[in-house]
């Protein structure tokens, strides 16, 4: 008997893994070409709004008054033209910072972002060296401090999509202008002394050099750091380190179903799909167009496409916003795709993970109720008296097992659902500590949930299938219930738990609003950065360079 039971399952599950075989709607965006899934079709699209942008100057001038005044300094010489000599400044530290009285990061048409500074004062100490020919010549030797003050900084740059997927910035403008520039000699001697004398001309003379000097060394942290950085940056993240910081339930708040007429009886069978689930499918973050920028927003849209061994072989619904979207008082709005979940469900499927075992050794709660004998409490056998008698003194397991991928779909009927349907075999089996398991019944199941705001069992059907015990109708009735309640618990978990919301590291949601729209979810919400996080990648990347 087993065995035909193992045989009908690999049937149903070769079958269904066929996209042949694939949910109708799901069949009529199949994907043809990867090139062009990566040129157009988007699961995720997002909106920093206006907001967001205050929120990111906040950080970045934070971040730079907390590393600017410790950033490395290299050896600096110069030759200056018609032989008026050189100037080397070596052991160069920063002496003196007041940061700026205003940064500002601005977003603009078509893909211009713009970093303006104003009245940033800054002072260096180094041992000088070299020699001018002003209307003498005069060896430059000893210590000084060069103070700059009032900078102002001006930095335009165009962001893009690298042919890799990844976010690319191509400098366009940058400005530097500094207000005054006063050079002090820390030495006596004749040296020291002369410098003094002659240090306007000489602050005259380098201050065009330090201008000069702090645009070009930006510009090329961000052509060669910054963007190797962010072309290295994850393209592609696991499972599990999606679901650390940003889970689909975490915004929709489900409340846990717990079973009605059994209420010590916390199902929370999922753990170990997850587990599975995440060492084995990852999610691609790559972009799927340039990046638009227009009155201080910025639109990006990700691939966020689903992965295990194979492709997902059915392609996205288009992905737009809506036109009546108003919601502006937001740091940022998500526009997620259910091709990530059915994506997800489909590989899992097909990785053979959506199989879930209920027995005392999964859920120890259970352990009184999953029994065929129950002298003093309620147990199973008193929803099917005949497994009782026929086993008695003997513990249950039930094994799920879908014979096809679960296909989910949102619509914005009555004010958002989202609709989940699946179909599977329920197996139930006997067994002692000391006897091997034995199967009593098979059953098919077919369920259809729509879930809004808590999951409701539309339909949920059982049917005898195979095995030695057939329910009558009231005990399938009960079965049903049973069935059913637990599979609620089972769906509210996975949406809380195992369904990404494919956003970049160090990105945290909170405080959202949830509308769903037909073949997607809209998220307008607050967010906060990991600050330790975004300081890590910064000083990695831009205040580990050679300034």
Request: aromatic share 10%; hydrophobic share 40%.
């Amino acid at each position: 008997m087993f065995s035909v039971y193992v045989a009908l399952i690999t049937t149903a599950i070769a079958v269904s893994s066929s996209s042949d075989h694939l949910n109708p709607v799901l069949d009529n965006y199949s994907q043809t070409s990867t090139q062009s899934q990566l040129t157009s079709a988007s699961a995720l699209r997002l909106r920093l709004l206006p907001r967001a942008l205050l929120y990111l100057n906040d950080i970045t001038s934070n971040l730079l008054a907390n590393q600017l005044p410790r950033i490395f300094i290299p050896n600096i010489y110069h030759r200056f033209k018609n032989g008026q000599g050189t100037i080397s400044l070596s052991h160069v530290r920063v002496s003196r910072y007041k940061r700026a009285k205003l940064y500002k990061i601005s977003a603009s048409e078509p893909n211009k972002l713009t970093w303006t500074s104003h009245d940033l004062n800054i002072g260096m100490i180094g041992d000088l060296s070299g020699e001018l020919n002003i209307f003498v010549p005069l060896q430059l030797e000893g210590q000084v401090e060069v103070q700059t003050k009032g900078v102002y900084f001006f930095l335009q740059s165009a962001i893009k999509r690298s042919v890799s997927g990844a976010a690319h910035l191509m400098p366009k403008s940058c400005r530097t202008f500094i207000k005054m520039v006063h050079i002090e000699s820390r030495s006596g001697g004749l040296a020291g002394i002369a410098l003094n004398i002659f240090k306007e001309t000489i602050s005259e003379r380098i201050r065009p050099l330090i201008q000069l000097s702090i645009c070009q060394k930006v510009t090329r942290i961000i052509v060669e750091d910054l963007n190797k950085k962010l072309s290295q940056s994850q393209t592609q993240l696991t499972f599990s380190d999606a679901l650390k910081t940003n889970s689909f339930g975490r915004y929709l708040i489900f409340d846990p179903n717990i079973l009605r007429h059994f209420h010590t009886i916390h199902p929370n069978t999922s753990t170990y799909f997850f587990q599975k689930q995440a060492s084995s499918i990852s999610i691609d973050y790559r972009l799927s167009e340039d990046p638009l920028c227009y009155n201080n927003t910025i639109e990006l849209a990700y691939l966020g496409e689903i992965s295990s061994k194979i492709k997902t072989p059915f392609g996205m619904h288009p992905l737009e916003w809506p036109s009546d979207l108003t919601d502006s008082d937001s740091m940022v709005q998500i526009l997620i795709s259910d091709h990530i979940a059915n994506a997800l469900l489909y590989h899992s499927f097909n990785e053979n993970l959506l199989k879930f075992t209920i027995d005392e050794s999964t859920i120890s709660s259970l352990k009184s109720f999953l029994q065929t004998t129950c002298p003093s409490s309620f147990c199973f056998a008193d929803i099917i008296p005949e497994i009782g008698k026929r086993h008695p003194n003997k513990k249950i397991q039930f094994k799920l097992i879908t014979t096809s991928a679960p296909v989910v779909l949102f619509s914005a009927k009555d004010s958002g659902l989202i609709n989940v349907r699946f179909s599977g075999i329920v197996s139930i089996n006997v067994y002692t500590d000391e006897m091997p398991h034995e199967e009593a019944a098979v059953f098919d199941i077919n369920v259809i949930a729509n879930i809004k705001l808590q999951i409701k069992l539309d339909q949920f059907k059982l049917k005898n299938k195979l095995g030695t015990e057939n329910a009558a109708g009231d005990e399938l009735t009960d079965l049903e219930f049973l069935s059913s309640e637990f599979l609620q618990n089972l769906i509210n978990s996975f949406l809380q738990n195992g369904f990404p919301i494919p956003l970049p590291e160090g990105l945290y949601l909170m405080a959202a609003k949830l509308r769903i729209l037909d073949r997607k979810i809209l998220i307008s919400s607050e967010f906060s950065i990991d600050r330790e996080h975004f300081s890590q990648f910064a000083i990695k990347t831009i205040f580990n360079s050679t300034f």
